[in-house]
């Protein structure tokens, strides 16, 4: 009787217990993927507020931004990369890169000379090419979960890994505060 009590809560504990895949500055967890960078700068907390407060401001794509007692939470709206300035090209760049709009939330901590910003529940919208007579483009929509991780959820596609490595980059220069 008391094996198969420890095999009913080994099993319990395996069941909750939750698996985090990692790629540079992502994180696979829950269904989810985030993305996480810590940024450093000179100052004191309420210095670096104002001027996270500026960055967010500035920027065409954050939405619905909300003061909390460490940073700010928001929605982004419209993101899209400049997948030029990375040096890619339209051939060796999926659509949803390249021509994609993109959502999310994300959060910003304030901390005495720095400060933290994740992103996450990430979809895209883009349009892809028809086949059909009329040769007309039908939107494409799609977790960004989805299009770079294996099924298992474990596990990131190695074909979409590059592409990746573009998202994040795209996302550090967009939150990072400009130089003075």
């Known amino acids: 009787m008391p094996l198969k009590l420890i095999f009913l809560l080994v099993l319990a504990v395996n069941s909750y217990g939750q698996t985090i895949a990692r790629f540079e500055t992502f994180e ?3 269904k989810d993927l ?12 309420d210095s670096v507020r104002a001027a996270v407060v ?14 909390n007692e460490v940073g700010y939470n928001g929605e982004l709206k419209h993101y ?3 997948c030029k300035r990375y ?20 959060v910003v901590e304030v901390f005495d000379g720095r400060y933290t910003v994740k992103v996450y529940a990430m979809y895209y919208e883009s349009v892809a090419p028809s086949t059909d007579y009329y040769k007309t483009e ?7 979960f989805d299009a770079v991780m294996r099924k298992d959820g474990v596990t990131f596609k190695k074909n979409q ?4 490595a573009l998202l994040g980059q795209s996302l550090r220069d967009s939150f990072s505060l400009p130089l003075e």
Request: with cysteine; hydrophobic share 40%.
């Open 87 to 106: 040096g890619r090209s339209y051939l060796n760049t999926p659509r949803m890169f390249w021509d994609g709009e993109w959502v999310g939330k994300f």
């Open 161 to 164: 890994q590059a592409h990746l």
């Open 28 to 30: 696979a967890r829950n």
């Open 34 to 45: 985030y993305w996480q960078m810590a940024f450093d700068c000179g100052g004191k907390r």
């Open 138 to 144: 039908k939107p494409v929509k799609g977790r960004l």
């Open 54 to 67: 500026q960055m967010l401001k500035s920027k065409f794509f954050t939405f619905n931004v909300i003061r």
């Open 80 to 82: 899209r990369i400049d």
